[in-house]
């Protein structure tokens, strides 16, 4: 027979099988059985036993309530959900208190701030595949985002991935159970993610439409801009049971539902984004290196999380970038201005959590503080950017500053200047915000006053000098007197309590007084309680402009910091366009500009007009080509997202698309070779170009044989520059000098190379980008800088001269290369002929490696 306790956990787990349940007993979140192992381990916490019944013993592990945050995060980071079990309700004289699951903790509903990351958004998303139509939605409930879309026609579920890899959520949610066996494009990562399985019924159409007609209180979904998007309003739908089902009652920061068309914003690939890095660097994964990391001079974790919201959605209308560039040069020619903004900004706290967290009720009284001290920042702000030049810019910013009054004046009249970080711990609510609660107050002190001063004044009225008042959990109050005067105690003690030298009484006033003291706490904690849920109410209701004021700082923070960063790295303000051309004089790469120390960076230039579209830029390794192919791409996607530009004039026309195929990563795990993983790249690319994109690709054809590489790199260009629906601005880099002969034979084709200086035998990279087809490669000094042995390079540099002369022989179909004579074969010797008849370049290196495998046992044998 097991206790009624342990009936009430398994009825509780038996509901959340797949999920770690913290189970709250008193000061304490007890986990069991399995639950416990795992708790134990990942935790790092003793794994001891509870009796359960008559002779039953089971696992245990239990946490502190008030740490709990921490170990949450330990489970959560280890891929498991937790389910949270509160006592609720009064307790009970006798009897097992009522208790309930009142919320479950997963990757993508973490509200807590330990458990995230202040400067990226911490997104859940919701996937429906139907056909030819894929839904998405994805939701912040730490900052109350809420947006859907919906793909269809060519290939959706290609572009719901892609839009999956931009978000990045931290839980994906869906009804479609078989989403795991789709095919997937290559590097996306819906595989890494987690990726919860629900019931199909939430993401039906008709459920999902009443869920979003009745959270929003509206008769029609069609002005929030699904009307004829089903998909999308299944994904919403599905998205917003998921969050009811694990929160509970916590909707309510999910105030507004936005539809959008990934045709709004530039694409990015996963492929481009990596190679690029724009979040993180290909070889460390850090934000330092990339991108990211030059840009994001923001104060504010609000300013952080818009950054990286525009690094990954460039826009495509040069009206809306004009107006974030006139922002940003507003604070760029104002540094007093900017200045000063930027100082305030760091006063600022993380509006758009903290609100959401009221909203919540799960907001702590710092909390509340944080959002009185922004408001309280919001006049100021306001002055420093009236002041500012060209504040003609951010007008609706500066509506958007609301301070919203009566919420920082009901946050001062009500919460303590310095309250403790929990509620739990009173002294939250200021004196004299409550009468109920001061009188409470001012009874309880009284009352420990009158204690405080009975035992002199009984001293005094009985004679007794050895008269002491104490006090014990068992006993209460009581008045202690020593034997030797128990014969002067008043009639009106109670004798409580015997001990061997004194005897314990009490009195009916101490009693009285008892129970005040006692009592006060309780009933002070029940009304701060009360006091505090009504004050976070009322905050709440003015949530929406809360959140419109945290919108404009992070706006006006963004703004400041891609202003700092264009004044501290010499940027320039791009002049934007609608046509084909680019033209960038003394571009430089942002991030290899600054992080390179051992000398001097060099900017190129690079201009495309419609009769240059196709560059193809030869010259070494190491000369500086994919610095170069990657400085355009980034020079341009950072026009698109309103920033300033690192080079001396830059006119951009805008692109719909950056494609990028750039370095060689081997995927062997997913069995891709180099090449394969290049093809596919390659293909996906002029598959999905338009005449608007940007291609950069580098080395296309060196993951196969020479002649294969240069005839796929070769029909490459001719496709990109032939197809109609193509013909856009594109970086070729190569080795193949044989592809600078398509300049004289397509018309928009132009050659250019990396300059190189000889001196002396030795080669000096001038990372200069200059017209004309370069005529060597120059691979053997790079091998020397390398560190290969020197009997190597003089080797090297011997089969080249001998290649070179065999190359220019005339009229040989076949060229040959004079082998070196090696000691081990003498004249005339069978093995010497063997190897001289062998066709060795049209041997497979497996048969290569056999028949050298083979010579050297007749070599052997011979010897």
Not at 23 to 49: H, M, N, P, W
Not at 85 to 108: K, N, S
């Amino acid at each position: 027979m097991t206790t009624p306790m342990r009936q009430q956990y398994l009825r509780i787990k038996k509901q959340y099988p797949e999920t770690i349940v913290l189970f709250r007993l008193g000061d304490f979140y007890e986990t069991f059985d399995d639950d416990a192992k795992v708790v134990a381990q990942v935790c790092d916490i003793v794994l001891t036993s509870r009796p359960v019944g008559k002779n039953q013993r089971v696992p245990l592990a239990g946490v502190p309530y008030h740490s709990v945050e921490g170990y949450i995060a330990k489970l959560i980071q280890g891929g498991y959900k937790v389910a949270i079990v509160e006592q609720v309700g009064d307790v009970p004289a006798r009897g097992l208190v009522d208790r309930e699951v009142v919320r479950v903790v997963t990757p993508g509903t973490v509200v807590e701030p330990a458990l995230l990351d202040e400067r990226r958004n911490n997104f859940l998303a919701a996937l429906v595949v139907d056909a030819n139509r894929v839904g998405l939605a994805y939701a912040d409930i730490t900052t109350g985002e809420f947006a859907a879309t919906q793909f269809t026609g060519g290939d959706p579920m290609r572009l719901a991935l892609e839009e999956i890899d931009r978000l990045r959520p931290a839980e994906l949610v869906t009804g479609d159970h078989e989403l795991l066996a789709l095919p997937q494009p290559r590097g996306s990562t819906l595989s890494e993610l987690l990726i919860t399985e629900c019931d199909k019924w939430p993401f039906e159409l008709e459920t999902a439409r009443r869920a979003l007609i009745e959270h929003f209180q509206v008769k029609s979904l069609d002005g929030f801009g699904l009307g004829g998007k089903p998909l999308a309003i299944r994904a919403a739908g599905g998205l917003l049971h998921y969050v009811g089902e694990t929160q509970k009652s916590r909707l309510a920061q999910l105030s507004g539902l936005r539809t959008y068309s990934t045709g709004q914003f530039m694409t990015l690939d996963v492929a481009t984004r990596r190679n690029l890095e724009l979040m993180e660097t290909l070889r460390w994964g850090k934000v330092e290196g990339s991108l990211l990391g030059v840009l994001d001079a923001t104060v504010t974790s609000m300013g952080g999380r818009l950054l990286r919201q525009w690094l990954n959605q460039p826009l495509l209308e040069v009206e809306s970038l004009n107006e974030r560039l006139d922002a940003v040069e507003a604070f760029h020619s104002d540094t007093p201005s900017r200045t000063r903004v930027r100082t305030l900004l760091k006063q600022v706290a993380d509006l758009e959590r903290l609100t959401s967290r009221v909203v919540q009720g799960i907001a702590q009284p710092r909390d509340l503080l944080g959002i009185q001290q922004t408001l309280e920042t919001l006049p100021q702000i306001h002055q420093a950017i009236v002041s500012m030049e060209k504040n003609e810019s951010l007008p609706s910013l500066l509506r958007s500053l609301d301070p919203c009054q009566e919420v920082t004046a009901l946050i001062g009249q009500a919460i303590a200047d310095e309250p403790p970080a929990t509620l739990s711990a009173g002294g939250v609510i200021r004196p004299s915000f409550s009468a109920e609660l001061d009188n409470i107050v001012a009874a309880s002190r009284d009352a420990k006053e009158w204690v405080a001063n009975l035992e002199k004044g009984e001293r005094n009225r009985t004679g007794i000098k050895n008269l002491k008042v104490g006090y014990n959990k068992v006993f209460g109050y009581y008045l202690e007197v020593t034997k030797a005067n128990t014969d002067r105690v008043p009639e009106e003690y109670v004798r409580k309590q015997t001990l061997v030298n004194a005897e314990r009484y009490i009195t009916p006033e101490l009693k009285e007084y008892e129970s005040l003291i006692l009592n006060a706490q309780e009933r002070m904690a029940e009304l701060e309680a009360r006091i505090y849920r009504q004050v976070l109410e009322q905050v709440a209701a003015s949530a929406s402009r809360l959140l419109k004021v945290a919108r404009a700082l992070a706006h006006l923070d963004l703004y400041a910091a891609l202003a700092e960063v264009a004044l501290m790295h010499r940027y320039v303000r791009p002049q934007l366009k609608a046509d084909q051309e680019l033209h960038i004089v003394a571009g430089r790469h942002p991030v290899v500009e600054i992080t390179q120390r051992e000398e001097p960076f060099v900017p190129n230039d690079v201009h495309f007009s419609p009769d240059e579209m196709v560059l193809i830029i030869t010259g070494p390794n190491m000369a500086g080509k994919s610095t170069y192919l990657r400085q355009v791409a980034l020079i341009v996607l950072m026009a698109q997202i309103g920033s300033f530009v690192p080079a001396d004039e830059a006119q951009i026309g805008l692109v719909d698309r950056i494609f990028t195929r750039i370095g060689a990563q081997d995927e062997i795990s997913a069995g891709q070779s180099t090449f394969m993983v290049e093809m596919v790249e390659t293909a996906n690319l002029l598959n999905h170009a338009t005449s608007r994109s940007l291609l950069v690709l580098d080395e296309v054809g060196r993951g196969t044989s020479t002649y294969d590489g240069i005839s796929i790199a070769w029909a490459v260009v001719e496709h990109v520059h032939n197809h109609p629906d193509l013909r856009c601005k594109t970086l070729f880099a190569t080795h193949y000098h044989e592809l600078t002969q398509l300049a004289d034979l397509l018309p928009r084709i132009r050659n250019y190379n990396v300059a190189v200086a000889e001196e002396r035998g030795n080669v000096v990279f001038l990372r200069r980008i200059l017209p004309g087809g370069a005529d060597r490669s120059y691979g053997i000094h790079v091998a020397q800088l390398a560190g290969l042995p020197k009997v190597v390079v003089h080797r090297a540099q011997e089969i080249l001269h001998e290649l070179e002369q065999a190359s220019r022989a005339p009229g040989s179909a076949r060229r040959t290369i004079e082998v070196r004579q090696l000691p081990l074969f003498a004249v005339g010797n069978p093995l010497a002929e063997e190897l001289r008849e062998l066709d060795v370049s049209s041997m497979t290196p497996l048969e290569a490696i056999n028949k050298l495998y083979e010579l050297q046992k007749q070599a052997q044998e011979n010897s």
